[in-house]
């Protein structure tokens, strides 16, 4: 058998990824993309070396707030971890990192900004690192990978992590103060106010989702993540984090190492969640089971200009297309993707069609079932390996927890897979969406969609 | 066009020098990293559109990942055979007979074999073990060893017109240049960045060498001023497998690549690439063109498929 793998790696050698961009191949053909064509997208221009490129994504397992491994664990704790694992699996020196950004919700501002830095420093970043913390909701992991992302492409530095950090323990959700009575003049502004969970009943009502179809997908997640546990496909982007457990009874610390998400529910059915009751409106539909879980979780993404990993022989696990922030009506916020989801993707030169891979955030059943109808999207491309009513939402951590779990995915797939799309939902109005390409292993011309008319742009079809 | 469907991934094909419907095939399971091997030796129709008969088939207890025929013998065909072996078949013999020598020196896999066209008396192995060696039919040992590689020597080609010098390309990045007289490399060409994959000489110009690497170029070198090659061809999108000059048009080469296509080459124009055949559904890793009838391919590849057309022509056409 080392017969057959030294073999294998010999072949292997043949099809070297990095031989498609050598610096010194500067008489090599490369195809040009026609910019006033519609095909502009599928013809990734890698020349110059200067797109910016995800070289790691990790994240921590996902926990129960409050109940789960990680409910005696300090949010920089959590951090660290990850931050440490994007340096050392990829041996970059920790001072060559021009900005750490955290996506982080929950917490006050000032004090989850020196968390980040205190985990900064746990992780060995020396004191040159900048850290600093990004808040937009539900989607402030994501917005962190673009922040890095639009830093990088601007010229700020060359290398970034992008991360995102909640406990949902230490920090629950609230609100703090009183509330402005001005917002009774404003719909809007007082729309802002509804707990999430109305929200999702809103979507519900409003566009006639049932409670049925908000339970399957629910258990439709489960079986998914459960399913991609069992078959150890989390190995790869969960960083396995050691931690202690305080016994509430008699205050012994034990130490624990946890490394798989504790959220999920396999044996989930559809008469399960059937029993349980409404908990944000008498007669409504969304339930505690179909909502996704209040959680414990970090993680971190590592980009670069792509020039730079090529130096570093790096692997290229993803390539950043576009990101796209958008606002909605607050009453419905669930509808966030919905809106999201064409800007991004057309703002990458794609359509729908040409997406393979879909993590859309599930907040709530009724706004993911509701995104995934209004979308047309196949439901076999979306949340493969189950979504946060499974393996949790730990807000400010979501974003860069499904980059981590698409790009691994995409990775999975192979030359099936090009483009993935991460999408969320915004507490107070607002849908966030990133479109992503996968890595070097992507053929610079096969895989491009075939274009059915020879017409050379989309205004030129008679309609 | 004729087609031949073989129970294992093809890896290398040559065409007779005898006779011009006749070719034999190199083949390996599980696409030669393990199991057994097969060498085909199949009879074209004078009927093109006729299938493909098969003569005769040897089993090998591993991949054979080259065939080479002898230019000695109308009967005689050589195995490179992935166990380390290399292997005599005499077609002339019955199968119990078969093979009727097997040279066990090479301590890896060894990955191709070419028989000397001009002195007719000899052949040479190229191997994973970083060395080439020189063999005759009527010695059981090795005449000589060529060790200066440091990686894998994927190809060792005679020249057409000097009966003692051959090239070797290798996965050093190193083109080199024997005169098997000579105790050392005559020339060494750093060719590519990458693996060099395959090397052929030019059938009318015994100075021009054609090269073949995973950097998906081909590149056409005059041995007499190497700091520049002559040309260099791109088009494939993977690394180049195997490239070979065409014995009746000097300008005239054929590639085959990782990119599952086969391509004819003029590299004497600007817009070099003439042709591209993709017929194959996967890794198009074996090619050859026919002495005897000018214009007739051949090409095998992973998908286990033989086929044989003339140029110009679609392979896949019935």
């Keep these: 058998m080392e017969k057959a793998i030294n073999r294998q790696k010999i072949l292997l050698h043949h099809l070297n990824p990095s031989s498609s961009t050598h610096p010194n191949e500067s008489s090599s053909l490369h195809a040009s993309a026609c910019v006033a064509g519609d095909s502009a997208a599928y013809q990734r221009t890698s020349t110059f070396g200067d797109d910016v490129v995800i070289v790691a994504a990790y994240r921590t397992a996902h926990c129960k707030a409050k109940r789960g491994g990680f409910k005696d664990t300090l949010p920089d704790d959590l951090l660290a971890p990850v931050l440490k694992a994007v340096i050392e699996k990829t041996n970059v020196n920790p001072s060559e990192v021009g900005d750490i950004v955290v996506g982080s919700v929950l917490a006050p501002g000032a004090q989850r900004a020196s968390e980040c830095r205190m985990a900064a420093f746990y992780a060995g970043f020396p004191e040159t690192v900048p850290v600093r913390t990004v808040n937009r909701q539900c989607s402030s992991g994501l917005q962190a990978v673009a922040d890095v992302a639009a830093a990088i492409r601007a010229g700020f530095y060359d290398i970034g992590i992008g991360a995102g950090l909640e406990s949902m323990t230490t920090n629950p959700m609230g609100w703090d103060g009183s509330v402005n009575p001005k917002v009774k003049m404003f719909e809007q502004a007082q729309n802002c106010l509804l707990p999430m969970g109305i929200t999702s009943e809103n979507v519900a009502q409003r566009f006639g989702v049932s409670r049925k179809e908000q339970d ?222 996968s890595g070097d292993c992507a053929d610079e011309l096969c895989n491009a969609r075939k274009v059915d008319d020879l017409l050379l742009s989309k205004d030129a079809r008679l309609k | 066009m004729p087609i031949f469907k073989t129970p294992f991934n093809g890896y290398s094909v040559k065409f007779s020098p005898f006779y011009e419907n006749r070719l034999a095939v190199a083949t390996a399971q599980n696409f030669g990293i393990l199991g057994n091997g097969r060498l085909h030796v199949l009879d074209l129709s004078p009927e093109p559109s006729l299938p493909i008969s098969e003569l005769v088939a040897y089993d090998t207890a591993d991949g054979i990942y080259d065939v080479a025929w002898s230019e000695s013998h109308d009967s005689i065909v050589i195995a490179a055979v992935a166990d380390g072996s290399v292997k005599l078949y005499d077609l002339a013999l019955p199968p119990t007979s078969n093979p009727i020598r097997s040279f066990q020196e090479h301590t890896r896999e060894v990955h191709s074999a070419d028989y000397n066209p001009v002195r007719r008396d000899s052949f040479l192995s190229s191997s994973w073990d970083d060395t080439v060696k020189l063999w005759t039919l009527d010695r059981p040992t090795s005449v000589r060893t060529f060790k200066e590689h440091a990686y894998c020597v994927y190809s060792a080609v005679w020249n057409p017109r000097h009966a003692d010098v051959f090239a070797s390309a290798s996965g050093d990045c190193t083109l080199r240049v024997w005169d098997v007289r000579e105790p050392g490399s005559t020339m060494i060409l750093p060719a590519h960045e990458f693996e060099i994959l395959a090397c052929d000489w030019n059938k009318y110009d015994e100075c021009v060498i054609a090269t073949a690497s995973v950097d998906k170029s081909v590149k056409v070198w005059d041995v007499r001023n190497y700091r520049v090659p002559l040309c260099v061809l791109n088009g494939h999108g993977y690394a180049v497998r195997k490239v070979k000059f065409s014995p009746h048009v000097r300008n005239l080469m054929v590639s085959c690549s990782y990119d599952m296509t086969v391509c004819v080459w003029d590299f004497m124009v600007e817009d070099a690439l003439v042709s591209r055949y993709d017929h194959h559904t996967e890794f198009a890793v074996g090619v050859d063109m026919s002495v005897l009838v000018e214009g007739l391919m051949a090409s095998t590849g992973w998908d286990e498929l033989v086929y044989v057309w003339q140029h110009g022509t679609d392979p896949r056409a019935p």
């Design chain 1, 216 to 437: 399957q997908a629910a258990v439709e997640s489960h079986r998914r993540a459960a399913a991609a546990t069992a078959a150890g496909k989390f190995k790869d982007e969960i960083v396995p984090v050691t931690t202690k457990i305080v016994d509430p009874k008699t205050g012994e610390e034990k130490s624990v190492t946890i490394s798989v998400d504790d959220g999920i529910r396999p044996g989930t059915t559809v008469s399960d969640l059937g029993r349980l009751k409404p908990v944000f409106k008498k007669d409504g539909s969304t339930t505690a089971g179909n909502s996704s879980q209040v959680t414990d979780g970090a993680s971190a993404v590592l980009l670069m200009k792509r020039s730079v990993a090529l130096q570093k022989g790096l692997p290229i696990l993803g390539v950043f297309r576009t990101f796209a922030a958008v606002g909605v009506d607050p009453a419905i916020m669930g509808v966030g993707p919905a809106a999201a989801i064409p800007v991004a993707v057309k703002a990458a030169g794609l359509e729908l069609d040409d997406i393979d891979l879909f993590e859309i955030n599930e907040a709530f059943a009724s706004q993911f079932v509701y995104c995934r109808n209004k979308l047309g999207l196949d439901p076999e491309k979306i949340n493969v390996n189950g979504g946060a009513m499974a393996i949790g939402h730990p807000l400010g951590s979501t974003g860069a927890r499904c980059v981590a779990t698409l790009l691994h995915e995409m990775k999975k797939r192979g030359r099936d897979c090009r483009f993935g799309v991460i999408s969320m939902c915004i507490g107070t109005g607002m849908g966030a969406a990133a479109v992503f390409e």
